[in-house]
């Protein structure tokens, strides 16, 4: 596989301020890399970097082989989207996409293909002539990705492009970049704090926190196997239950204990680096927790709290020795506040972290 974009121990300081510190990240050629976080993280630091609109402090920045940490943005070959759309606000919606083309001394010829077709590949034909003013949200999204699609370029990079549109058109768009992505084949680096749009659109997550990278994985991974507490706090809504306790062996046995009760471990994918005495965090999905079937041999008594019925699935409250568990199950199972249940937990799905580390063991 071949690198399309490669960040070289980059740091990058505001003032007395490190926001990114010695970072390092490569990213294939046709690669969706996603870069997760919240908000004040570094993630827009980051590709200002890559996009060349900010100096780094420290550090390299290659793209397509080619050091290019003190060339003009123009010289990069990226194409660059963000939230605000920054679109000329003056021009029609054809001039906008042109506009840089021209510029640059494109031949018209040639600008003309370069519309026609971002215009067909993002259905806005019938917008050509309209000013960003005429247009909805959505609409100046799509002009302001075909104005990075005309560029003709290796590299596209999307800052929270949809984090200014409603619920039902965010997604609508997240589908139209997918596929997108999926016939032009384009390295894209995508910006958001959104674990969905960041799940749904990535091949990898880069998952960020106050300037580091905590996980690099395929969103699989991430989501079943988090590197660490943070990791696993941030993926996954509502968020996967963690119980606090300690490993205790009984018999030649391991058993994660929380509040005086005994859970087996048995299925955990790495019993074998586990020892007894260790101050352990339990983590474990709201659908990995079975209730009233397919219990197995150990099962613990529940009381439902609460029930949110979301139409494909119900989500149970469960009260269980001094926890409240969140449990995802299918929407037609329905359950009254007050019930007793029995549940179990599937460990070969479960996460164990290290109390004080808080990495996963
Ligand atoms: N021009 C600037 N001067 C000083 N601090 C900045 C500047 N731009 C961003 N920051 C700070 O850098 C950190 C990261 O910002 P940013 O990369 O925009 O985060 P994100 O895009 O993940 O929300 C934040 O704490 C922010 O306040
Ligand atoms: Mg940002």
Redo the contacts with the bound molecule.
Sequence with gaps: MTTSVSIKDVSLN??A?S?LKDLNLEINDGEFLVLL?S????????LNCIAGLLDVSAGQIHIKGKNVTWEEPKDRGIGMVFQSYALYPQMSVEKNLSFGLKVAKVPQAEIDKRVARASEILQIQPLLKRRPAELSGGQRQRVAIGRALVRDVDVFLFDEPLSNLDAKLRSELRVEIKRLHQSLKNTMIY?T?DQIEALTLADRIAIMKNGVIQQLSDPTTIYNQPRNLFVAGFIGSPSMNFLHGELTKSGDKLFFTANGVNFSLNGYEALEKLEAGRKVILGVRPEHIKVNEDLGPEQHDAVVDIEEPMGADNLLWLKHAGHVMSVRINGARRFKPGTPVKLSFDMTLASLFDATTENRL
């Design positions: 505001f003032g301020v926001v976080g908000s004040g993280c570094g993630k827009s630091t980051l910006v704090h």
